[in-house]
């Protein structure tokens, strides 16, 4: 990606030097992690849920402490691309909500290391960058990106800003009123049936990462040579039938939540080629028009 010149953003508080907390947060894009632990242990996506929501209801004692640790200059590049690409996030949305006749808040940007506090509990780096809606907060720990890296085979600048646009995506439906009815929908339904709500919610933020990636390089010509083809690879090993192949040999579609590698490549692919908000009608989609 292009971003020499590009403004950093004012929305980010840098919490990496602060460590503590044991409780975990469930993320919504960086599930692979916990995922692939529970896969190897034989369980699927049903129990990695269990699992996170485990973590997240064991109450223990926190204790936050500063530390006076030196961040590698690859630490530091990495954070400053994610304030850039933040920023750009700001750029597109207020953009793309003024058209639509409405006001954008942005939201913060948490980076932290290991586990940190937020509005929805401890968040822990296990399970990869998350949403908090009660904060209105994306929180990412960076080691995320090198995890992609070598645990995924997820590589490049433009792959790793699709996963804080995923997470941004996650915002814009709550802004929009889609994230909190879709929870109460889940809440009043089976697993099965909750599970495809998930999947509808993990597809849309996808394609709003697409449409963000779609604008920021019209006003920005951000793009390069090969930034798609990284988004497109980084959306296919993160596919849920991809996982649970990679962990046990065979999937299971009735546990799928965050949707297959060919769904999310193709919700990714819709926002980057329209920018049209409209396109963006997962939750009226049958499931095999998805």
Not at 28 to 46: D, E, H, K, P, Q
Not at 69 to 74: I, Q, V
Not at 114 to 128: D, F, I, K, L
Request: glycine residues 10%; aromatic residues 8%.
């Amino acid at each position: 990606m292009r971003l020499d010149g590009r403004r950093e953003s004012n929305n980010v508080d840098d919490r990496r030097r602060m460590t503590g907390g044991q409780k975990a947060g469930l993320g919504l894009g960086g599930i692979v992690i916990i995922a692939l632990i529970t896969f190897m242990s034989g369980g699927n996506l049903g129990d990695v849920v269990q699992n996170v929501g485990s973590q997240m209801m064991n109450q223990s004692e926190n204790v936050t402490e500063q530390s006076d640790r030196e961040f590698t200059e690859e630490e530091q590049e990495l954070a400053k691309f994610s304030s850039q690409i933040l920023a750009g996030t700001e750029d597109v949305w207020t953009k793309v909500f003024k058209d639509m006749g409405r006001t954008y808040k942005a939201p913060k940007m948490v980076l932290y290391t290991g586990s940190v506090q937020t509005g929805c509990g401890t968040g822990n780096a296990q399970v990869g960058p998350f949403y908090c809606s009660a904060d209105q907060s994306l929180y990412i720990d960076l080691s995320f990106f090198t995890t992609m890296k070598k645990q995924l085979g997820a590589d490049g600048d433009f792959a790793y800003a699709y996963v804080i646009a995923h997470e941004v995506g996650h915002h814009v439906e709550y802004l929009l009123g889609t994230l909190d009815q879709a929870h109460s929908a889940m809440s009043r339904t089976n697993q099965t049936e909750a599970n495809k709500i998930s999947v509808r919610l993990e597809l849309l933020a996808d394609f709003y990462a697409g449409v963000w990636a779609h604008h920021d390089n019209q006003m920005f010509g951000s793009l390069e040579d090969g930034d798609i083809e990284e988004a497109i690879r980084c959306a296919q090993v993160i596919g849920d039938n991809y996982l649970q192949e990679k962990a046990r040999g065979y999937s299971q579609p009735e546990t799928f939540t965050h949707g297959t590698s060919k769904q999310r490549m193709k919700w990714l692919k819709l926002g980057l080629d329209t920018g049209d908000m409209s396109k963006g009608n997962t939750f009226e989609k049958s499931d095999s028009e998805l």
